[in-house]
DNA sequence: GTTGTGACGGGTC
DNA sequence: CGACCCGCCACAA
């Protein structure tokens, strides 16, 4: 199990800017690294990673910069969709084959 | 202070 | 196309 450890400033800053994220839309990781100025997408998958505010947080709205889910869900096509995928298509967002189209969500 | 890892990104083979 | 490699920054040991 992986124990729990308190936030610190760039993962808070990376949680606030992830949850300001419009509902039928997405974020890359490269996206909230450059708005957040600090770090890259590799520092905020790990600080979304390690997210404590699951529903509060919407990082399943936060998708590779190739429009691939990312390491939150992958595969969608199976017999059951994941929860998260087929949240994400609640949302409105076109999810295809695991992949989705920046180009009209790309906040 | 150094090393290793990770929900990434872009480039190369 | 897919697979592989290097580089990026933040965090834990």
């Not at 300001?20 to 905020?44: F, N």
């Not at 699951?54 to 889910?69: F, K, T």
């Not at 949302?91 to 695991?98: I, T």
């Amino acid at each position: 199990m992986k124990p729990d450890r308190p936030p610190t400033d760039f993962e808070t800053l990376v949680y606030q800017i992830v949850r300001t994220i419009p509902k039928g839309k997405v974020s890359t990781y490269g996206t909230v690294a450059k708005r957040a100025g600090r770090g890259t997408a590799r520092s905020v998958g790990t600080a979304l990673a390690r997210n404590p505010f699951a529903p509060e947080v919407p990082c399943h709205r936060v998708v590779r910069a190739d429009g691939s889910l990312g390491g939150f869900n992958g595969e969608t096509e199976g017999p059951e969709m994941q929860k998260k995928t087929r949240l994400l298509k609640s949302e409105g967002v076109e999810v295809r084959s695991g992949v989705i189209d920046l180009s009209r969500f790309g906040s």
